[in-house]
């Protein structure tokens, strides 16, 4: 800091207390720095940190402390070289797009049961851009795999759990077919999170989170990572330099700060996400249940080993025998606990009308193509006591 004693009042309230040198000790969580800018005594420094011969920072839209301090733990947790934050899910989504080379001209083969956004933004934006897209069933390997053979398809793009039907994707045998035709294999991991399982260790070359969801866990963050390679980390990094879809400082902080209950979290909710379904099989007034827990759902045997048992997340949809929207929405609006909200992966039980919200932008015909039906109605559940989640359930579906 610069001596400030000969400066006017006015002066002294701009500057006092400001840039006092990094202290001699470490604060055990790691600090919210919200400055914009760095300053350095020697421009000749500030130079060489542009030039990367220097580590620092220059601006928030380059980089951040605690953002970095956010990648790196992301980058820990899923056993990557390198993580880059951005602003939102989708930020991370459709930088990971381009990332892994999709432009005009190019094809994209995706999973056809996606987030709905994930959906429209493949099928308006990027088709709207010249870029074919080709929604396939990611369950059927034969299928995937002419796709992208047929078009020469420079990605594929999954969700390691879909949402909302539940449906697992095989990452080792996607990887493996996607690198056969040299596309890169893109994994939206947002419901299993880092503790069901490590794309990039099954041989992912993206994995892709709203860290919104799990990672951060609390609702009250908005928030998307990609881990990655150490060189596709620093396209990532350059392109966003000049995109700016930058995750801010306080948000970093917030997402860091869920990060270390993630695993508690997630093996409460893996557990009580069992029961749940398993209860909601039981019931007379619900059709289908959507879960890779059940063992009658049809990728069980490949969510045990791929998940090594840790548990099927704390998604799951069902379908109310012969509710319409109408009749979902009755029975949304009598849940006490379970709140409607349109999120998941919180700490909170949340339940969401798929038709109306999250798949809203898809027209009806895409919807009864990709299975999602007035009745559906997907449920995110809570760190609450599992027996009130049950009874909670069990009133709303009885007024319902
Ligand atoms: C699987 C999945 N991916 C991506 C997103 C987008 O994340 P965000 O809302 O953080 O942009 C969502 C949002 O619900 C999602 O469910």
Redesign the pocket.
């Known amino acids: 800091m610069k001596d400030l004693s000969h400066t006017s009042f006015q002066t002294r309230a701009v500057h006092a207390g400001e840039r006092v040198p990094p202290a001699d000790y470490t604060p055990v969580t790691s600090p919210i720095w919200p400055t914009v800018g760095y300053l350095y005594e020697s421009m000749d420094d500030l130079d060489a940190v542009f030039a990367h011969s220097k580590p620092g920072q220059v601006y928030l839209r380059y980089s951040n402390p605690t953002v970095e301090a956010f990648e790196t733990a992301i980058a820990n947790l899923e056993g990557a070289e390198a993580a880059q934050a951005y602003g939102?899910?989708?930020?991370a989504?459709h930088a990971a797009l381009l990332g892994a080379g999709v432009k005009a001209g190019t094809s994209v083969v995706a999973a056809l049961d996606v987030?709905g956004?994930?959906y429209t933004l493949l099928n308006n934006l990027f088709a709207g851009m010249d870029v074919n897209v080709r929604m396939v069933d990611v369950t059927n390997h034969d299928e995937v795999e002419s796709a992208i053979k047929e078009m020469g398809a420079t990605v594929l793009f999954v969700?390691s759990i879909s949402?909302p039907l539940l449906k697992v994707a095989d990452i080792p045998v996607l990887a493996e077919r996607a690198h056969r035709h040299g596309a890169s294999l893109l994994v939206?991991s947002?419901?299993a999170s880092p503790y069901l399982v490590n794309p990039l260790a099954h041989g992912a070359d993206f994995a892709i989170h709203?860290?919104?969801?799990y990672l951060s866990g609390h609702g009250d963050v908005?928030?998307?990572v990609i881990a990655t390679s150490r060189e596709n980390k620093n396209k990532l990094f350059e392109t966003n330099k000049l995109v700016g879809a930058v995750l801010g400082p306080f948000e970093a902080w917030l997402a860091l700060r869920g990060l270390k209950t993630l695993p508690l979290r997630m093996k409460q909710q893996c557990e009580s996400a069992l029961q749940v379904a398993k209860w909601l099989q039981s019931q007379r007034r619900v059709k289908k249940v959507n879960y890779p827990g059940l063992t009658d759902h049809p990728q069980h045997t490949l969510a045990k080993r791929l998940f090594e048992e840790k548990g099927y997340g704390g998604v799951l949809s069902f379908e109310i025998k012969g509710a319409d929207k109408a009749g979902v929405f009755r029975f949304m609006e009598s849940l006490k606990i379970c709140l409607p909200a349109t999120?998941?992966g919180d700490v909170y039980s949340l339940v969401l009308h798929p038709a109306t919200s999250?798949h809203r932008s898809l027209t009806a015909e895409e919807r009864a193509r990709v299975g999602i039906s007035d009745g559906l109605v997907r449920l995110s559940v809570g760190i609450e006591s599992v027996d009130d989640i049950l009874s909670d359930l069990e009133t709303a579906l009885a007024k319902g």
Not at 88 to 91: F, I
Not at 210 to 213: D, L, Q, Y
């Open positions: 939102s899910g989708m930020a989504i987030y956004a994930t969700e949402n939206d947002t419901f709203s860290a919104t969801k908005l928030a998307g999120t998941l999250s």
